[in-house]
């Protein structure tokens, strides 16, 4: 699954369940046609609302075949082959329910805001542009269309314009998109030979978005390439102590940048002080572990990792750490650790770390578990 198909798959639901209500009352006729044995659009919505889709996408295509349906019908099937990934076929149904001649503005702009999502997702960004451009200017405004150009956008490396069309999503659809906003700033300033206007630009979406570690990062590394190494520093110290570290692979980076413009004694002392504080975030012992690992002190490593463990709700990313430095291939065999993040909306498990849930398209939602 591409990481569009991450991104829309949060449209999804709002979409179905809005055309779904377009004919679906919980009333004594609907009841009545449902005990009916014959195909048709009421029941495949009350299947779909019931939240029973393969049951919906089968009366939906009894209804087709029987030639009793309408173009809201070809949408919500394109959209359901769509979560099935069923590019092809989600394609085909919306390109059914443009041919409709009775149709209105508000079908033919869900249409082809529907028709843009597949070509997206299928990698064809010029003929998803092509259909927004054939939308309606009413609809121009819909959080899903912006979402849609961001996309777009991103895709044609115009990542100053995404940045625009991602804030604008994320102000329609009362969303956080903050992550996502400050990597487009970052990429489409990353080879600019102003890096005054780097920092300030950078400088601008921390106050805008302060809760986000990658553009405190992305200052930082402007700061320093400025000469401006206690600033830089500063911005560093300020990701730590908002707890803003999502992956060891920042803690590397972290370690780099002490190694470079400050000592590694200082870095330690800094990580000793949150444990200290009794912060949940696993990084800090983490990387004292670590480094009373590289001074082969085993005994302090595994004991800071084990007071995590006795204080705090375990952590698999904490658990791997302790079975890896216990060196005990039987509790290695026992506890074989492989997901390391849970998605908080949707409680899916991964073992990387992604800005998006691969699973409900939420962003900045995946935790430590």
């Known amino acids: 699954m591409s990481y569009p198909t991450f991104l829309v798959l949060l449209v999804l639901a709002a979409v179905l369940i809005i055309l779904a209500k377009k004919f679906f009352r919980r009333d004594r006729f609907l009841k009545d046609e449902i005990k009916e044995e014959k195909p048709s659009t009421a029941k495949a919505c009350y299947y779909l609302t019931d939240g029973r889709r393969s049951e919906a996408m089968e009366?939906?295509?009894q209804v087709i075949l029987k030639g009793d349906a309408v173009p809201e019908a070809y949408i919500m099937l394109s959209a359901l082959n769509r979560l099935q990934g069923n590019l092809d076929k989600a394609v085909y149904f919306c390109e059914e329910a443009l041919l409709w001649h009775e149709n209105g503005d508000e079908i033919i702009s869900t249409a082809l805001n529907e028709l843009a999502k597949n070509y997206l997702i299928a990698g064809k960004a010029y003929n998803a542009q092509n259909c927004l451009l054939k939308l309606s200017k009413k609809f121009h405004n819909l959080p899903a269309v912006n979402l849609i150009n961001a996309e777009i956008c991103k895709e044609k490396e115009d990542f100053e314009t995404?940045?625009?069309?991602y804030s604008k999503y994320e102000t329609l659809s009362g969303k956080e998109y903050g992550s996502i906003v400050n990597e487009m700033y970052i990429r489409h300033l990353k080879n600019t030979k102003d890096n005054a206007h780097r920092i300030k630009t950078f400088r601008s979406l921390i106050k805008k978005y302060p809760e986000c570690g990658n553009v405190r990062f992305a200052l930082a590394t402007?700061?320093?390439?400025?000469g401006k190494n206690e600033q830089g520093l500063s911005e560093i110290k300020a990701i730590i102590a908002n707890d803003l570290i999502k992956t060891k692979e920042e803690m590397l980076e972290l370690e780099n940048i002490f190694y470079r413009y400050s000592t590694i004694d200082e870095l330690f002392h800094i990580m000793s002080s949150k444990i200290a504080l009794e912060s949940e975030n696993p990084i800090p012992y983490l990387f004292v572990s670590s480094y009373y690992g590289k001074k082969n002190d085993t005994t302090s490593a595994q004991e800071v990792l084990?007071?995590?463990?006795?204080q705090f709700q375990p952590k698999a990313i904490i658990v791997k750490a302790y079975v890896k430095l216990a060196n005990d291939p039987i509790l290695s065999r026992l506890l074989r650790v492989n997901n390391i993040y849970r998605c908080g909306l949707c409680n899916v498990e991964l073992g990387d770390y992604t800005a998006v849930c691969p699973s409900c398209g939420n962003v900045d939602s995946l935790n430590y578990q």
């Open 306 to 310: 084990k007071a995590y463990i006795l």
């Open 162 to 165: 995404a940045g625009r069309c």
């Open 59 to 61: 009366e939906f295509k």
């Open 222 to 226: 402007a700061l320093f390439e400025d």
